[in-house]
């Protein structure tokens, strides 16, 4: 008796020449729909599966495979008599392999203006049936979902006449981890469709994108895998243009990066070492962005990643290149900034689609036996309740300059402090136990550019030591949350020094 195959994609690429394969290996190919059809157009022999049926595909080609003759094949221990016996008795015949793939439901909802029945039309039934019922078979079946595994099927069927345990196991992991990805595809489509905002299961995937060489350190593993339905405004979805692949840290550095200069909207540039910004420029364009955020620290800049908002010309690249920089982010390169770092062989140079809309995805954090789920922090002082608690007012040259720290701050690890002018970033204090101790490192870092700079904090100020610090240094705004139950001794000390200080009413607290 032959072997049979059964085949039914929607991605029909390579499918022809395998099943072609197959049949000249002596398998009966059985198939439906759309595949059939090709096969037949391309003088492969094929059965449609009705004929074995005995039953016509019905309600649109809902149903067509969901059949005893079909499951009964796909699903009976070959080693078993007694289900050999009912086989038998029924006129069944086993099917030995199966390749299947699934209708494109992941394509299907990222289309422009995709309604709900079109994506509802888009799930399949028959195919995860089958590709499940085939891989907890695979004792006998060989299943296949991925065309990347036709030639070692192939291979191992001509050389061997079977494909082996070892490997029929091994794809069959592949399809139910397949099959998984397709279902949380569509439990998350649904879900967002009906605005349940923390349901009871959180279903999520990612396809690998690289394997790193190692993690944080040399001795922990690691790999890259990126949401294919996430934003296209990511580090996960650049392009890397030239240099060295991209490591653990690299990663989250970059990504540190192009979150802080998305906030700008005027030519800014954003240097990060190990996730903080260490300095964060603005002017007419790149070159004097950049030039600000390198003044801003020219020693922690040493080995960081920079990333623009706007494309990296050649006169800003040639001051980049006299820099050791790990990574450049950009929306572009010209052709001559290109030509200047690629000079630099391990240089990596990334563009990102700045034209893509911001999205504001869910932030998960792993901790040991479980996912913390959280929105992005994307308050802006446009969305605060901002009011000025000390009895001077800001200038306009204060109200720029705290707006500069208020937007840096937010990205910097708490306890946080910036001290910024207009323009750029002057001093950071990041993660430290106290938050007099972050003001002291930026007010040091800041030096005698303090003299007539704005302070930001990233949250109140439980006593009035950080004004105390602030105002010896010759700060003369800040910007701070409020909301201490000694707010007060925050507002008379400022008022002390002639200090104004605006209150925001939000945190933005980063650990």
């Not at 005995?54 to 078993?80: M, W």
């Not at 905002?197 to 999520?204: G, I, K, V």
Request: with cysteine; charged share 25%; net charge negative.
């Amino acid at each position: 008796m032959a072997k049979r195959a059964l085949i039914s994609v929607s991605d029909k690429a390579g499918i022809v020449e395998f099943a072609e394969a197959l049949h000249n290996l002596g398998y009966e190919i059985l198939s439906t729909g759309g595949t059939k059809n090709l096969l037949k157009e391309n003088n492969v022999a094929v059965t449609g599966v009705d004929e074995i049926t005995g039953f016509p595909e019905i309600l649109e080609g809902r149903v067509k495979t969901l059949h005893p003759s079909i499951h009964g094949g796909l699903l009976a221990k070959q080693d078993n008599e007694a289900h050999l016996a009912q086989l038998e008795e029924q006129g069944i015949q086993p099917i030995d392999l199966v390749c299947v793939n699934l209708y494109p439901f992941q394509q299907t909802i990222v289309k422009p203006n995709v309604t709900t029945d079109e994506a509802i039309e888009n799930i399949d039934i028959g195919g995860p049936t089958m590709l499940r019922a085939a891989a907890k078979n695979h004792a006998y079946i060989t299943v296949v979902v991925d065309a990347l595994d036709y030639d070692t099927v192939l291979e191992q069927l001509k050389e061997d006449g079977a494909v082996d345990f070892a490997t029929r196991r091994k794809l069959a992991a592949k399809v139910f981890r397949h099959t998984a990805a397709y279902d949380a595809y569509i439990s998350q489509y649904l879900t967002k469709a009906v605005g349940e905002e923390n349901p009871e299961r959180m279903t999520l995937t990612y396809e690998r994108q690289q394997d790193l060489r190692y993690g944080e350190n040399p001795h922990q593993q690691a790999a890259f895998y990126r949401n294919p339905l996430g934003s296209e405004f990511s580090i996960a979805h650049a392009k890397q243009h030239h240099g060295k692949e991209l490591s653990y840290n690299n990663i989250k550095d970059a990504d540190a990066a192009l979150q802080i200069v998305k906030d700008f909207d005027e030519p800014a540039a954003v240097a990060v070492k190990h996730m903080n910004p260490c300095g964060v420029g603005t002017g007419e364009g790149p070159f004097e962005a950049f030039q600000k955020a390198f003044e801003a620290d020219p020693t922690s800049i040493f080995g960081g990643i920079v990333a623009f908002n706007r494309e990296v010309d050649g006169k800003t690249a040639q001051k980049l290149v006299d820099i050791f920089l790990e990574i450049i982010i950009a929306p572009a390169f010209t052709e001559e900034a290109m030509e200047i770092l690629t000079t630099k062989k391990n240089l990596r140079l990334l563009t990102v689609p700045f034209d893509r809309k911001k999205e504001h995805e869910l932030i998960y954090t792993s901790v040991e036996g479980g996912l913390l789920v959280q929105e992005q922090d994307h308050f802006t002082l446009q969305n605060a309740d901002v009011r000025v608690a000390t009895d001077r007012k800001p200038t306009e040259e204060e109200w720029a300059a705290m707006k500069m720290a208020w937007k840096v701050v937010k990205h910097v690890k708490s306890n946080a402090i910036v001290v910024a002018d207009a323009f750029m970033t002057l001093g950071i204090g990041a993660g430290q136990m106290n938050r007099v101790g972050a003001a002291k490192i930026a007010l040091e870092q800041a030096g005698e550019g303090a003299k007539g700079a704005s302070l930001a904090s990233d949250a109140f100020f439980p006593m009035d030591d950080t004004v105390e610090a602030a105002a010896k240094a010759g700060i003369t705004s800040i910007i701070q949350t409020g909301g201490s139950i000694r707010d007060e001794d925050s507002i008379r000390k400022a008022n002390e020094y002639g200090i104004t200080m605006v209150l925001t009413g939000v945190r933005h607290f980063k650990h």
